[in-house]
């Protein structure tokens, strides 16, 4: 095998590399200390310390008490969890949950499921910048709406939605809110503390940390229905024996990325910054998607539509190059439909299929953004060159020009 | 998904890009709401398809069907043409992930709207072309 040639890695809005000191910490449950958390014997009770240590920072970098963190293997599983959980518990209550035009699948695949269980969904639309309205959530509201979930902020177009106020809103009808906070966890400032949120879902893998582990936050007192049965992990909410080296990572890699927030998000923002500015003065036909204003934006976010082009051949020019990033163009699913959060902005299906996104990481640096800059502005040509529309664009301009 | 070396070649080196000013068929298919959209140029000389062009807004398959698709029809009768079928496209490129075989089809749909184009501006019947369905 050939040694991997060196990346450019601009996608870490769908993982980031696990940081050095998080393996270190992680190394020894993944050798000696392999006791089982639930056993009664010394050397098992050193492993239940470590995950109750790791429970201790999760909660402490959102500002909540550690019995209020509950370990899960995904972002994923907490979504379903919460979804399902609440339908489940507030039966009596009704069946109406409100949610966003823009989540994640791991929200919108689980009301979609419910929805054919009978369970009422609305989903809030967005403006062109991918903002919810509070008026909008304050309309939606009835008498049976027993869960309010919108995501605190946007994975592919980097909007982070009001949820001081939206939550607010929720708490004063007495309605339980949600929050999918999986972009949010480790790079904005994310406090439980003084808002009312009744539930969090964290995912490690989002913040250097490793995959396939993440929590959920549950307020003290609320309820919520298990969906796994059997042992009686996690206060016999979330059976499953524990994936003890995962948890133990995800609480350093939180408490890494909360130590060093500030710097980082300031260092992000920058990149991020550059990186739009470089696009926008050397490529004509570009769009910024996503919002623009101060802290309304993820720090790594970057996601533009490229006019005349479609997002999986320029994904794959990247490639050729090393450069990854991602597409809201869905050409290689099944469905044929381009990003729904992209669509939900209300642009075109065509300026929805050319979008790329860039997510910059801790890692990343200003040569690296050159580096893209020196080949981005050529393949973005080259599809153009061949490219019907771009043809149909210059013909028509140039009949206008006549 | 992965792509096969020889779709990526086609992808990366697309033959026969481009337009042709005086062309004897003009097709387009596919629309941006799919994602693919592909338009073929032909220039016929007798009964033979002398130069075939593309130009495609899509994903790698798309680009490398339209790449493969010109590169089978020149050279051909019309007759010969018409028996390009998406899977000929696709045998051609060695085989196409599963999920990206739908863009293949394009390919053929957009040659048959070639040569109805040619046959509808000569006023000539083309036994066994399928009417090209407005998409655009
Ligand atoms: C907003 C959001 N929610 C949920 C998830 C799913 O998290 P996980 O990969 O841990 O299942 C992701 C990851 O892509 C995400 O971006
Ligand atoms: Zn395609």
């Given at each position: 095998?050939?040694?991997?040639?060196?990346?450019?890695?601009?996608?870490?809005?769908?993982?980031?590399?696990?940081?050095?000191?998080?393996?270190?910490?992680?190394?020894?449950?993944?050798?000696?200390?392999?006791?089982?958390?639930?056993?009664?014997?010394?050397?098992?009770?050193?492993?239940?310390?470590?995950?109750?240590?790791?429970?201790?920072?999760?909660?402490?970098?959102?500002?909540?008490r550690?019995g209020e963190?509950?370990?899960?293997?995904?972002?994923?599983?907490?979504?379903?969890?919460?979804?399902?959980?609440?339908?489940?518990t507030?039966?009596?209550?009704?069946?109406?949950?409100?949610?966003?035009?823009?989540?994640?699948?791991?929200?919108?695949?689980?009301?979609?499921?419910?929805?054919?269980?009978?369970?009422?969904?609305?989903?809030?639309?967005?403006?062109?910048?991918?903002?919810?309205?509070?008026?909008?959530?304050?309309?939606?509201?009835?008498?049976?709406?027993?869960?309010?979930?919108?995501?605190?902020?946007?994975?592919?177009?980097?909007?982070?939605?009001?949820?001081?106020?939206?939550?607010?809103?929720?708490?004063?009808?007495?309605?339980l809110?949600?929050?999918?906070?999986?972009?949010?966890?480790?790079?904005?400032?994310?406090?439980?503390?003084?808002?009312p949120?009744d539930f969090?879902?964290?995912?490690?893998?989002?913040?250097?940390?490793?995959?396939?582990?993440?929590?959920?936050y549950i307020r003290k007192g609320t309820k919520v229905?298990?969906?796994?049965?059997?042992?009686?992990?996690?206060?016999?909410?979330?059976?499953?024996?524990?994936?003890?080296?995962?948890?133990?990572?995800?609480?350093?890699?939180?408490?890494?990325?909360?130590?060093?927030?500030?710097?980082?998000?300031?260092?992000?923002?920058?990149?991020?910054?550059?990186?739009?500015?470089?696009?926008?003065?050397?490529?004509?036909?570009?769009?910024?998607?996503?919002?623009?204003?101060?802290?309304?934006?993820?720090?790594?976010?970057?996601?533009?539509?490229?006019?005349?082009?479609?997002?999986?051949?320029?994904?794959?020019?990247?490639?050729?190059?090393?450069?990854?990033?991602?597409?809201?163009?869905?050409?290689?699913?099944?469905?044929?439909?381009?990003?729904?959060?992209?669509?939900?902005?209300?642009?075109?299906?065509?300026?929805?299929?050319?979008?790329?996104?860039?997510?910059?990481?801790?890692?990343?640096?200003?040569?690296?953004?050159?580096?893209?800059?020196?080949?981005?502005?050529?393949?973005?040509?080259?599809?153009?060159?061949?490219?019907?529309?771009?043809?149909?664009?210059?013909?028509?301009?140039?009949?206008?020009?006549? | 998904?992965?792509?096969?070396?020889?779709?990526?070649?086609?992808?990366?080196?697309?033959?026969?890009?481009?337009?042709?000013?005086?062309?004897?068929?003009?097709?387009?298919?596919?629309?941006?709401?799919?994602?693919?959209?592909?338009?073929?140029?032909?220039?016929?000389?007798?009964?033979?398809?002398?130069?075939?062009?593309?130009?495609?807004?899509?994903?790698?398959?798309?680009?490398?069907?339209?790449?493969?698709?010109?590169?089978?029809?020149?050279?051909?009768?019309?007759?010969?043409?018409?028996?390009?079928?998406?899977?000929?496209?696709?045998?051609?490129?060695?085989?196409?992930?599963?999920?990206?075989?739908?863009?293949?089809?394009?390919?053929?749909?957009?040659?048959?709207?070639?040569?109805?184009?040619?046959?509808?501006?000569?006023?000539?019947?083309?036994?066994?072309?399928?009417?090209?369905?407005?998409?655009?």
């Amino acid at each position: 095998m050939n040694p991997p040639k060196k990346v450019l890695y601009f996608d870490n809005a769908a993982t980031t590399p696990l940081h050095p000191k998080v393996l270190e910490h992680m190394m020894p449950y993944l050798t000696e200390q392999y006791g089982n958390p639930s056993g009664v014997y010394s050397f098992a009770r050193e492993v239940r310390k470590g995950i109750e240590h790791a429970r201790e920072q999760v909660a402490e970098a959102i500002f909540a008490r550690p019995g209020e963190i509950f370990f899960t293997s995904s972002g994923t599983e907490a979504n379903n969890w919460v979804l399902k959980g609440v339908v489940e518990t507030l039966q009596h209550k009704g069946g109406h949950i409100i949610t966003t035009a823009i989540e994640h699948h791991a929200i919108t695949h689980v009301s979609s499921a419910l929805s054919k269980q009978g369970v009422e969904i609305t989903y809030l639309p967005v403006d062109n910048e991918g903002f919810v309205s509070p008026s909008d959530l304050i309309a939606a509201i009835r008498p049976d709406t027993i869960l309010i979930s919108i995501m605190w902020a946007n994975n592919e177009i980097g909007t982070i939605q009001p949820i001081p106020e939206l939550s607010a809103i929720a708490k004063s009808r007495g309605v339980l809110f949600h929050t999918d906070a999986v972009q949010a966890v480790g790079h904005i400032p994310v406090n439980v503390e003084n808002l009312p949120i009744d539930f969090l879902t964290m995912s490690a893998h989002k913040f250097s940390g490793p995959k396939g582990v993440g929590a959920l936050y549950i307020r003290k007192g609320t309820k919520v229905n298990s969906i796994l049965f059997g042992g009686a992990q996690e206060k016999n909410r979330r059976a499953g024996t524990e994936n003890v080296a995962g948890i133990i990572g995800m609480g350093a890699a939180l408490n890494l990325a909360v130590a060093n927030l500030k710097e980082e998000q300031e260092k992000v923002t920058m990149l991020r910054d550059y990186l739009i500015e470089r696009i926008e003065t050397t490529i004509p036909k570009v769009a910024l998607n996503g919002p623009r204003a101060e802290n309304t934006r993820l720090p790594g976010n970057v996601n533009f539509s490229f006019d005349y082009i479609e997002g999986e051949s320029l994904l794959l020019l990247l490639d050729m190059q090393g450069c990854c990033a991602s597409s809201g163009s869905a050409c290689s699913s099944a469905s044929l439909e381009p990003s729904h959060v992209l669509l939900s902005l209300g642009i075109s299906h065509e300026k929805a299929h050319g979008s790329i996104r860039f997510s910059l990481g801790r890692e990343n640096t200003r040569e690296e953004i050159d580096q893209l800059m020196e080949i981005l502005p050529k393949q973005v040509k080259q599809l153009r060159a061949m490219s019907p529309l771009a043809e149909e664009a210059e013909t028509s301009k140039a009949e206008y020009e006549l | 998904m992965e792509y096969n070396d020889m779709v990526m070649d086609h992808f990366s080196n697309p033959r026969n890009v481009g337009t042709i000013e005086d062309a004897s068929g003009v097709g387009t298919v596919g629309n941006a709401q799919c994602g693919d959209i592909m338009k073929v140029y032909l220039k016929i000389e007798g009964d033979v398809v002398q130069d075939a062009k593309f130009k495609t807004f899509g994903c790698g398959a798309a680009v490398a069907t339209s790449s493969m698709a010109t590169e089978l029809i020149i050279g051909k009768t019309i007759k010969e043409a018409l028996q390009i079928t998406n899977k000929t496209v696709l045998d051609a490129l060695g085989g196409l992930p599963s999920a990206k075989v739908h863009c293949s089809c394009l390919a053929e749909e957009a040659l048959h709207a070639a040569l109805w184009d040619y046959a509808q501006k000569n006023d000539i019947i083309i036994e066994g072309i399928k009417i090209p369905v407005e998409t655009h």
